[in-house]
């Protein structure tokens, strides 16, 4: 009987070093579900990031066309990672607009200078109010929105290359 207590503890540190082993090979599930998806874009008017360009409101999304509404910041690093994933989307025909979020104009301006404009509208959003009625916390975020101004879907984090089959069917889907 003594001998069967000298083995369990290295019974129980067996069971642990699996269930250890079993979290680290088990890919984690990072689907994050909004609570927008299903509904309205809430309501919002921004005006417009950069002179000469047009700002963005909630009507503005619900144009017949399914739409991508990107969140994002010319001081965001991300941001930088996932702009030729918004080009190669824009030069696929999607519409997207933007939300520059506590940006200044001549900031936005360098940033897509350099990164590329895939916009067809910029609000500015310097309080981050249009942010927090989208359920946004923080940049980059992506909207796919339906031709009725629902939100479809919500990415959070830069688009890879990877995301850009997946967003292009999604948009597909919300005709």
Known sequence: MNRFI??????????????????????????????????????????????????????DLATGEPRLLNVFASWCVPCIAEAPQLMQLRNAGVQIDAIAVRDRPEDVFAFL??????????????ES???????????????????????????????????VPQILAALEDAQ
């Open 6 to 59: 000298l083995w369990v503890p290295l019974g129980v540190f067996l069971a642990f070093l699996g269930i250890a082993a079993s979290g680290l090979f088990t890919p984690p599930d990072t689907t994050i579900e909004s609570r927008l998806v299903g509904e309205p874009v809430p309501e919002f008017a921004l005006e417009p990031s950069l002179p000469g360009r047009a700002g963005i409101s909630s009507a």
């Open 129 to 163: 109010q249009a942010q927090l009625a989208l359920g946004s916390s923080g940049v980059p975020e992506t909207f796919i929105i339906d031709s009725n101004g629902v939100i479809v879907s919500q990415h959070i984090g830069d688009i890879r290359p990877e995301n």
């Open 113 to 126: 200078q350099r990164y590329g404009d895939p916009y067809q509208r910029i609000g500015a959003d310097t």
